[in-house]
């Protein structure tokens, strides 16, 4: 029989016997990865722009690889609106570890540069997950412009000076700033002149009221096909395999000229770096799919998957890149 003094020792060792298994077992539950027990509710997918446009369908071709391999719901949520703007803002305030964004240039690094009242800093609010996909521009022109490369084609420019006047589809957009960008490598000087959209620089150009722009492959091939416009060069770093025909303004003569439409995937700062990391490679994956190329590629994109390292990249070069143009040009939002 014990003694009430070894009875006592006993329940002790016991108690804390007890305590450190645990102690251990909690230790071990949160050493355990949180990527690996995420997600528990469904994802958000918030887009800036409404069903169908091409951010939209970028987002839908994601969702339901995503959603398969992620055992949840990847629900796309269309908030409309500021350029994109509302919803990069609402992806900036998530505290939630299952709000994402698709986002474009646009909201992930020009806005701030247009406007500083802008309501989130994508470099400091928002973290890269992946790049999805991306489109060069195309530098255009009617199909009777001078020169036989683009080279000659640029000295035709310089030579006329203001008299030339190019269009875009607005102020800040990148077919605006791509044209800025190149008049200060190239020292060209034609006039800006914007329109409602990239179909109607596209008509201008055929009727003879602008003399180049940088426009949408998708805009430009079929008037290229028919005759009616001449395609000097893409504004990608090297040929697009979205158009090997045509050669790149850096390969060219402009070497280092590189600006191209991209989509790509964020989260709120606030994101767990884990989850960042899950989510990255699991993008890549899907965006470099058969499957999800060909569907990328019937929107005019590349699909790349570049992870989140390389899309923080991206969007530094860029950044850097346009704060220079749009300070230099004094451009702002309209």
Same mark, same amino acid.
């Given at each position: 029989?014990?003694?009430?003094?070894?009875?006592?020792?006993?329940? #002790?060792?016991?108690? %804390?016997? /007890?305590?450190?298994?645990?102690?251990?077992?909690?230790?071990?539950?949160?050493?355990? *990865?949180?990527?690996?027990? #995420?997600?528990?509710?469904? +994802?958000?997918?918030? &887009?800036?722009?409404?069903?169908g446009?091409?951010?939209?369908?970028?987002?839908? %071709? /994601?969702?339901?690889?995503?959603?398969? %391999?992620?055992?949840?719901?990847?629900?796309?949520?269309?908030? *409309? @609106?500021?350029?994109?703007?509302?919803?990069?803002? /609402?992806v900036?305030?998530? /505290?939630?570890n299952?709000?994402? @964004?698709?986002?474009?240039?646009?909201?992930?690094t020009?806005? =701030?540069?247009?406007?500083?009242?802008?309501?989130?800093?994508?470099?400091?609010?928002?973290?890269?997950?992946?790049?999805?996909?991306?489109?060069?521009?195309?530098?255009?022109?009617?199909?009777?412009?001078?020169?036989?490369?683009?080279?000659e084609f640029?000295?035709?420019?310089?030579?006329?000076?203001? =008299? #030339?006047?190019?269009?875009?589809?607005?102020?800040?957009?990148?077919?605006h700033?791509?044209?800025?960008?190149?008049k200060? =490598?190239?020292?060209?000087? *034609?006039?800006? &002149?914007?329109?409602?959209?990239?179909?109607?620089v596209?008509?201008?150009? !055929?009727?003879?009221?602008?003399?180049?722009?940088? +426009?949408?492959?998708?805009?430009?091939?079929?008037?290229?096909?028919?005759?009616?416009?001449?395609?000097?060069?893409v504004?990608?770093?090297?040929?697009?395999?979205?158009?090997?025909?045509y050669p790149?303004?850096?390969?060219?003569?402009? *070497?280092?000229?590189?600006?191209?439409?991209?989509t790509a995937?964020?989260?709120?700062?606030?994101?767990d770096?884990?989850?960042?990391?899950?989510?990255?490679?699991? !993008?890549?994956?899907i965006?470099?799919?058969?499957?999800?190329?060909?569907q990328?590629?019937?929107?005019?994109?590349?699909g &790349?998957?570049?992870?989140?390292?390389?899309?923080?990249?991206?969007?530094?070069?860029?950044?850097?890149q346009?704060?220079?143009?749009?300070? %230099?040009?004094?451009?702002?939002?309209e």
């Amino acid at each position: 029989m014990f003694s009430p003094h070894r009875c006592r020792r006993f329940l #002790w060792l016991m108690t %804390a016997s /007890l305590a450190f298994t645990t102690a251990a077992a909690t230790a071990q539950t949160a050493a355990k *990865p949180l990527a690996n027990a #995420w997600p528990s509710q469904p +994802v958000r997918l918030l &887009v800036g722009f409404p069903a169908g446009s091409s951010p939209d369908l970028v987002a839908r %071709a /994601l969702a339901e690889p995503m959603s398969r %391999a992620l055992g949840q719901p990847v629900i796309v949520d269309n908030r *409309p @609106g500021a350029s994109g703007n509302i919803a990069a803002t /609402l992806v900036a305030q998530a /505290l939630d570890n299952h709000t994402l @964004g698709v986002m474009i240039n646009g909201n992930m690094t020009i806005a =701030k540069l247009l406007n500083p009242a802008t309501h989130y800093d994508p470099l400091k609010d928002l973290k890269p997950v992946n790049l999805v996909c991306t489109a060069p521009l195309l530098l255009a022109a009617p199909a009777g412009a001078p020169g036989g490369n683009i080279l000659e084609f640029l000295q035709a420019a310089r030579a006329a000076g203001t =008299k #030339w006047s190019y269009g875009s589809p607005g102020v800040g957009t990148v077919g605006h700033l791509a044209m800025e960008l190149l008049k200060s =490598k190239a020292n060209i000087t *034609p006039v800006h &002149v914007p329109y409602p959209s990239y179909q109607r620089v596209v008509a201008a150009m !055929i009727a003879g009221e602008i003399q180049l722009s940088m +426009v949408q492959l998708g805009a430009a091939a079929p008037q290229i096909a028919a005759g009616k416009l001449k395609p000097i060069g893409v504004t990608s770093a090297t040929r697009s395999p979205l158009a090997p025909e045509y050669p790149s303004l850096a390969e060219a003569g402009l *070497p280092g000229f590189e600006l191209e439409i991209w989509t790509a995937v964020a989260a709120p700062a606030s994101m767990d770096p884990e989850i960042i990391a899950k989510l990255s490679s699991l !993008i890549s994956a899907i965006a470099r799919s058969e499957e999800v190329r060909r569907q990328l590629a019937q929107l005019g994109y590349n699909g &790349v998957g570049v992870d989140a390292d390389g899309l923080a990249r991206r969007v530094k070069a860029d950044y850097d890149q346009l704060s220079r143009i749009i300070a %230099a040009q004094g451009i702002r939002h309209e």
